[in-house]
């Protein structure tokens, strides 16, 4: 991630966000479920395709909802796809079927 991009928790949209310098670059929305964060969509915008930032986006919400003691859910496919591409986060993560 670049100094221009970031990625912020918008509780009240129920979603993190990607910031590309002032510019809503996308997003990943989510279900708060007791400990559990359900993730349910990731969207990037047509400008920003292509740079890799999904992939910015993703760790940086993981990495926020591990901070926080919490359990990834991934009904994403964009965010089970990348669960399953970085092992590191599997003791966080309790998949839909199980």
């Known amino acids: 991630m670049t100094d ?3 990625v912020a928790d918008n509780p009240d949209e129920s ?3 990607l ?3 002032d510019k809503l670059a996308g997003f990943a929305a989510y279900d708060r479920r ?3 964060t ?6 990037i915008d047509d400008a920003f395709s292509g740079q890799g930032l999904g992939k910015v986006l993703a760790a940086g919400a993981l990495d926020d909802v591990v901070a926080r ?3 990834i859910v991934p009904v994403c496919p964009f965010i089970a796809g990348y669960l399953k591409k970085h092992p590191g986060y599997a003791e966080h993560v309790r998949w ?3």
């Open 34 to 36: 007791g400990e559990l």
């Open 96 to 98: 839909p079927h199980q």
């Open 69 to 71: 003691g919490r359990t």
């Open 4 to 6: 221009k991009n970031r």
């Open 38 to 43: 359900v993730f349910t969509h990731t969207e």
């Open 15 to 17: 979603r993190y966000e």
């Open 19 to 21: 910031w590309a310098g």
